[in-house]
């Protein structure tokens, strides 16, 4: 069925005192992202549009955490409740809207998209005016709770601290995800009073208000399948308990497509991460946001990537950390290599032990083996990158950028002051300074000649009081 027509509000004010945070609770990261912004992806699956956020504590923060075009903020300050939460969300829909409105909640990062369109597509083939989903569970605890007339039809939601002992013995549970007819949600919020415990404005009110005014045919509870999909995150312990099942899942996925996981306990893979099978990922490593691996990648262990595609076959050793790059195929990296954003390797390259790159683009074949940093440069094939060579890409103000050709051999302990150019076919001796472009086949160096002065050793100890053994300077230093 079509989801055309239909706008979102997701209630994401709160601070989440049981936390223990000055974080707004919706900030604090689940599998590498936000919980605000899994909410928001799982609803954006629906296309609908505006998605509006109500925000409160830390609302800027919060706002920065959302990554949506067509997204609205709503500020509710001073925070009443969840029905007026909702009010401030509805204010930012056009007045004109009319279609289904979707809410549900910043704290409910498990959501899934698939399960939200099956939900807007039985609200609709019922042609209801509410609907809103609810599951059974053994141990409702401090849910609220969906009573039901002597036929079964929904009466109305009752919140836990409201309920009576009856009540509360109730197992079928209001997740808190509800889609509204618009005019319906308009007039309904309207009427709210804070007559509860709390004095707060309860959102599960409209239930009743909306059985009311359209009968019970037009309300309607759907009965969702899996109950971590709504689990809320109200608490530290709650959200390492979501992490942990989700990546139990992720990973029983990986291994089931093909992928050799040798510590499964210890990968922490992102959803999003797409890894091809044959591949071998060690202990303790991290692939979050939206990894690509190849086929046959191996990865020893103790590594940390981050939105980085990785070609076939390519061989990540030990302490290797990368983000925002791409690594081209049969490429071999650390150890303890560093490739910062903007590293590309066109492919059979060579990234050693303490290497570190930022924005360095490398050509086929090309390898920086040693202790070297390459900022802000473009290096042409099967050029040998010495250990200790440093681009000097910074002046203090600005970033400056460095071109080397094909073929060259860059000794150790070479600086390229940027901006500058060396063609290709190029050999720096080692310990040269470049300060201007080098022409394509040429040898370059920048030696001062080395001198010798007889004696001076017997010198420096004389000035020091100490002996050619080094014995009285030790003695001293006791």
């Given at each position: 069925m079509t989801t055309s027509n239909v706008a979102a509000i997701i209630l994401a004010a709160g601070k989440g005192t049981r936390m223990r945070s000055e974080r707004a609770k919706v900030l604090h990261e689940l599998c590498g992202e936000p919980m605000i912004a899994r909410a928001v992806r799982a609803v954006a699956a629906l296309k609908p549009d505006p998605i509006v956020i109500v925000v409160g504590h830390q609302a800027r923060e919060v706002e920065a955490a959302v990554n949506s075009s067509n997204a609205r903020f709503a500020l509710q300050e001073p925070q009443r409740g969840t029905g007026d939460a909702a009010r401030?969300?509805?204010?930012?829909?056009?007045?004109?809207?009319?279609g289904d409105v979707l809410i549900t909640y910043g704290d409910m990062p498990a959501i899934k998209g698939s399960t939200l369109r099956a939900f807007l597509d039985a609200h609709r083939k019922r042609a209801a005016k509410l609907s809103f989903i609810s599951i059974i569970l053994e141990?409702?605890?401090?849910?609220?709770?969906?009573?039901?007339?002597?036929?079964g039809n929904v009466d109305k939601i009752v919140e836990f601290r409201d309920a009576s002992p009856a009540e509360?013995?109730?197992?079928?549970?209001?997740?808190?995800?509800y889609i509204v007819d618009s005019a319906l949600l308009r007039s309904a919020l309207a009427e709210l009073k804070p007559a509860n415990a709390q004095d707060e404005y309860y959102l599960t009110d409209i239930v009743a208000i909306a059985r009311a005014r359209c009968g019970n045919e037009k309300v309607e509870a759907w009965a969702a399948d899996d109950p971590v999909e709504f689990a809320g995150i109200n608490s530290r312990e709650e959200l390492a308990n979501m992490e942990a099942e989700i990546r139990a899942a992720v990973n029983r996925k990986l291994m089931q497509s093909g992928v050799t996981l040798?510590?499964?306990?210890?990968?922490?893979?992102s959803e999003q991460a797409e890894i091809a099978a044959d591949c071998v990922i060690g202990p303790n490593v991290q692939i979050l946001g939206?990894?690509?691996?190849?086929?046959?990648?191996?990865?020893?262990?103790?590594?940390w990537l981050s939105n980085v595609?990785?070609?076939?076959?390519?061989?990540?050793?030990?302490?290797?950390?990368?983000?925002?790059?791409?690594?081209?195929?049969?490429?071999?990296?650390?150890p303890f290599a560093n490739l910062r954003a903007g590293t590309e390797l066109a492919g059979h390259n060579r990234i050693g032990n303490f290497v570190e790159t930022k924005k360095a683009r490398l050509g086929r074949g090309t390898k920086a083996s040693h202790l070297s940093y390459l900022g802000d440069a473009t290096i042409g094939a099967d050029t040998n990158i010495g250990c200790g060579v440093i681009t000097v890409n910074y002046d203090g103000y600005e970033?400056?950028?460095?071109e080397i050709g094909d073929r060259c051999m860059v000794g150790c302990d070479t600086q390229l002051v940027a901006p500058v150019k060396v063609g290709s076919d190029v050999y720096v001796a080692s310990g040269t300074t470049i300060i201007r472009e080098v022409p394509?086949?040429?040898?370059?160096?920048?030696?001062?000649?080395q001198r010798e002065k007889s004696g001076w050793m017997a010198t420096w100890r004389k000035r020091h009081n100490d002996s050619p053994d080094g014995s009285l300077r030790r003695k001293k230093d006791q």
């Open positions: 401030c969300g509805l204010g930012q829909l056009p007045a004109d809207f009319t141990d409702p605890a401090a849910y609220g709770r969906v009573i039901r007339d002597a036929r509360r013995a109730i197992k079928e549970i209001n997740t808190g995800c040798v510590d499964p306990s210890t990968a922490y893979i939206a990894c690509k691996l190849a086929e046959g990648v191996r990865i020893d262990g103790t590594a595609t990785i070609g076939p076959r390519c061989h990540l050793k030990l302490g290797v950390r990368a983000e925002d790059c791409i690594i081209g195929e049969e490429s071999e990296i650390g970033k400056h950028h460095t394509d086949g040429a040898l370059v160096m920048s030696h001062h000649p």
